[in-house]
Structure formats: structure tokens, C-alpha cells
């Protein structure tokens, strides 16, 4: 995931120019000298034991039945004023705290021991070929993902937040390409073209709901929960994610809106922003739990269909030597 406040910018800019004259962190898509196998040496946590994103391996998963629902305030309500949408040179986000106290917009319960608010959210995405989201299941990895970025209001401000192992409640979406154009995201698709360069925004016509970006609300209580960190430096090990297993459904054209009309942040020449995301992490030494309802094992994980035809070529050779 990506923060872009002015809490993070002021934070790591020193770390940053202190450890590397190479310039700053990037993708392998920019310039692998500065993609995320570096990331560790401009910022140390980057290299930390609870890294994001993760691969879930849902046979390894364990079941907690108290992620029970998660409750959406204010997610069905568009919000009075304007968003901004801004491509900010790593990915496009959209900022939502520009709204009142009144119509702050939060996650509780669902498992999460505090009230988050939700302050921006943003994608990460392939490129025409290749798929690009942050987290996969199952060693399968979906065309994008999107990230929403909740902070927990016993703080009051991000870099405060950012102290505290659960600072930061991250709401993660895959993607699955459909047929038909998702309408909902009409809005954040056509505002695209007009945030191109880096550094640009613009100020959306209107708000909506931020539960018309989301899959169907019955769906939701399929999670699953693991404590990490933020997926570009600083990495901050301050995440309580929560991934969902059913997928945002999204037409080919409309994905492909977002491989080729951005652009990243680079000196030297206009380069387009695809593949923005960062590999999975090991997961080491914590669980992931899955909740109330999600899904435990459905498809045999990624090793059993490279161990199989592997067994049945050895049984093969075995046999064959046999006759
Ligand atoms: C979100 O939480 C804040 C603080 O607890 C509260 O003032 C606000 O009304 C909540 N928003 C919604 C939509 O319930
Ligand atoms: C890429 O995503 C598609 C659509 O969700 C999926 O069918 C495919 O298996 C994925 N490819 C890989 C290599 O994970
Ligand atoms: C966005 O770009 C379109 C043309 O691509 C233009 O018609 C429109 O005025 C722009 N909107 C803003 C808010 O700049
Ligand atoms: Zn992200």
C-alpha cells in the first residue's frame, strides 16, 4: 500500500537522502537498481519479520470465529464536497479526509479492537500482459488490487498512527475481469486521463458512495486478517490487513485504463506506471487467521500442482524401468 501524506513525506525524506545517493525506492518496472529487493537498504524495516503483502495459503489458515462482520459507517453515504484524485508518481489515490467530522467515514468491529478512519484509498495494477496485485491466495496472483487505509482514531495524526503496531486498519480488494463494465468505477476511470503525468490531480465531479467500489455487501464477512505493513517504504510494521475473498469484478478495458494512460515519476523519460506492485513477503513466524465465514481450502495450493506431475513422473520412471 501507498501513503502519501505529508506526516510520511516528512518522516522518511531525511532517511531517504541519508541512505542512498541512488536516488529514491521504485519499482523493478522503473528501474530494478531501485525496485523493492533494495527497498531494505533505503529504509531498514523494509527488511523487517512482518512484511506486506503476503501470500495466503488457505490450507495453512486458522479459522477465528470472532471475525464476525465488519461494520461499515458511512460507506453508503456520498459524502458533500470533493475528492481529489491524484497521481502522485508510484500509484493514483484518491484522498478522502478532506471531509467533516460529521461525515467521517469508518470501519469497526469485524475482529478490530478500535474505530479506523478511512483516509485514502489506491490500486495497485500489471501491465497488459501480466497480472498485478500485492496479495495473492493460493500462489495465484489477480489483475489488480485495491487498498483502502482506515487510522485508528485513538490517534491524531498519521505519523502518531504510525507508532502503534495496530495504527492502520488497510481494507484489500483483488480484481477478476468481467465481461461487462463495472459503471461504478466509471468516475475514477474517466478522471485517469486527466492525471496522465505525475504529480497532477484533478477534482472529481462528484463524490459516490465508497460501497459501490466494493463487491456485494453479503460477501463481506469472507476475510482474511494478518498483522503487517505497508507495501512501499517506509514499510511501517503497523498494518492490521484484511484481505476479502470475493473479487471486484472489472471489464478489460477499463483495467487497461490504468496500464496505459498513467505515468510515473521519473527523471529522465515518460515511463509508463504498470507492474506498481511489490512482491510477497515471507510470511515467517505469524498465522493468518480466516474468519467466520471465508473459505479455508478450495483449490489445492500452488506446490501440490508442481509436486504432483513430479511424484507421477517419478512413479512413471519407476514403472518404465520396471518393464
Ligand atoms: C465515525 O467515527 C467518528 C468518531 O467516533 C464519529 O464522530 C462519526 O459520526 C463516525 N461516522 C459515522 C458515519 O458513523
Ligand atoms: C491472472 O488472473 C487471472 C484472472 O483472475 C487468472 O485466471 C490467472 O490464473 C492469473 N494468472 C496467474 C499467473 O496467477
Ligand atoms: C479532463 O479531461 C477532459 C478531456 O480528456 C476534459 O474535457 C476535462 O475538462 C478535464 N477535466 C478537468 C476537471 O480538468
Ligand atoms: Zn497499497
Given at each position: 500500500m501507498k501513503m502519501s501524506s505529508l506526516g510520511l513525506t516528512f518522516l522518511t525524506l531525511p532517511l531517504v537522502v541519508q541512505a542512498s545517493t541512488a536516488g529514491l525506492w521504485c519499482y523493478d518496472s522503473q528501474d530494478p537498481k531501485c525496485g523493492p529487493l533494495y527497498w531494505k537498504d533505503i529504509t531498514?524495516?523494509?527488511?523487517?519479520?512482518?512484511?506486506?503483502?503476503i501470500n495466503i495459503d488457505r490450507r495453512k489458515t486458522q479459522r477465528d470465529r470472532s471475525l464476525d462482520e465488519i461494520s461499515f459507517e458511512g460507506y453508503d453515504q456520498a459524502p458533500a464536497g470533493r475528492w481529489k484524485l491524484v497521481n502522485d508518481g508510484h500509484t493514483v489515490t484518491m484522498n478522502l479526509?478532506?471531509?467533516s467530522a460529521a461525515e467521517q467515514i469508518n470501519i469497526t468491529k469485524g475482529g478490530l479492537q478500535d474505530t479506523y478512519q478511512a483516509l485514502q484509498f489506491h490500486f495497485h495494477w500489471g501491465d497488459f500482459n501480466k497480472n498485478g496485485s500485492e496479495h495473492t491466495i493460493d500462489g495465484r496472483q489477480y489483475p489488480m488490487e485495491l487498498h483502502l487505509v482506515h487510522m485508528?482514531?485513538?490517534?491524531?495524526?498519521l505519523s502518531e498512527a504510525k507508532g502503534h503496531p495496530n495504527g492502520l486498519a488497510v481494507l484489500s480488494f483483488l480484481f477478476k475481469v468481467s465481461e461487462?463494465?463495472?459503471?461504478?468505477y466509471n468516475t475514477i476511470v474517466a478522471g485517469l486521463k486527466n492525471i496522465s503525468r505525475a504529480e497532477t490531480s484533478v477534482d472529481l465531479a462528484s463524490t459516490f458512495p465508497l460501497s459501490n467500489l466494493l463487491p456485494n455487501t453479503d460477501s463481506l464477512s469472507k476475510y482474511y486478517r494478518y498483522k503487517g505493513s505497508l507495501t512501499t517504504p517506509g514499510c511501517e510494521e503497523v498494518v492490521v490487513w484484511t484481505v476479502f475473498e470475493e473479487q471486484i469484478p472489472i471489464s478489460k478495458p477499463q483495467l487497461n485504463a490504468f496500464v496505459n494512460t498513467l505515468y510515473f515519476k521519473t527523471a529522465a523519460k515518460l515511463l509508463k506506471m504498470t507492474n506498481n506492485f511489490r512482491p510477497p513477503q515471507p510470511l515467517k513466524s505469524r498465522k493468518v487467521y480466516a474468519s467466520k465465514?471465508?473459505?479455508?481450502?478450495r483449490s489445492p495450493p500452488l506446490a501440490a500442482n508442481f509436486l504432483f506431475p513430479l511424484l507421477l513422473a517419478f512413479l512413471t520412471g519407476q514403472l518404465s524401468g520396471l518393464c
Open positions: 531498514k524495516s523494509c527488511g523487517g519479520d512482518n512484511q506486506s503483502p479526509d478532506g471531509a485508528n482514531t485513538k490517534y491524531k495524526t461487462m463494465d463495472n459503471t461504478n465465514d471465508a473459505t479455508i481450502s
